[in-house]
């Protein structure tokens, strides 16, 4: 899966020079909790709806509201925004992308071609209903975990036990465990032989720690 397959193309954006209160009504009509400004093109910053709060008068403020409105105004989207703007390229991977997201800590990126045009945006959101899509979630599929030994030929042999049974894998995922074991989380299609599987998994060495169907 790459970028450029699940963001958000053609991104409603603002230029550095629109109010506060220009954005704000932007980002309330589209539900957007953060807001990417584009001058002539070129990519200058980005801000969120927190930075508007961080400017904008308290709720128990005296002042009228043409007093706000006239105060919110007079501030730029230049004067909150934030010039150090983290991308990924639209050619990226969604595991670079998410890895760029989780060590900078933020919720959501925008995507830049190899010129440097920004082409649209990436969010957390994006990725976790990649992430539900991908593991099949929505359409049901049996969990199974399993504690394996780190050698070769130990996936070779589980998945002729599975085909063996008539099982389908949707797919596998290796966690690194401890003392130089894994855990192996297969997801498979529903079947009335899989506590045969499990029993002939044990016998095989393989333990079963956790089953579950989800979805």
Partial sequence: MFVASRMTKHPVSVTSDATIQQADRLMKKHNFHRMLVIDN??????????????????????????EIRSLLDKISVKDIMH?????????????EAALIMYNNKVGG????????????????TD????FIKVMGLIGGKTRLTLEVDNKVGVMADITKIFADNGINID??????????RYELVVRLDESN????????LKARGYNVIHSVKIG
């Fill in 171 to 180: 797919s596998f995922i290796t966690c690194r465990h401890k003392n130089n």
């Fill in 193 to 200: 032989a899989l506590e045969d599987v499990k029993k002939i």
């Fill in 127 to 130: 990725i976790l209903k990649t």
């Fill in 109 to 124: 990126l925008p995507v830049v071609s190899d010129v440097g045009a920004v082409v649209g945006i990436i969010t957390a």
């Fill in 83 to 95: 010039e150090r703007v983290i991308t990924v390229n639209e050619g990226a991977t969604l595991e």
């Fill in 41 to 66: 093109g070129k990519l200058v910053g980005y801000f969120s709806d927190r930075d508007i709060m961080r400017v904008a008068p308290s709720p128990a403020t005296t002042l009228s509201k043409f």
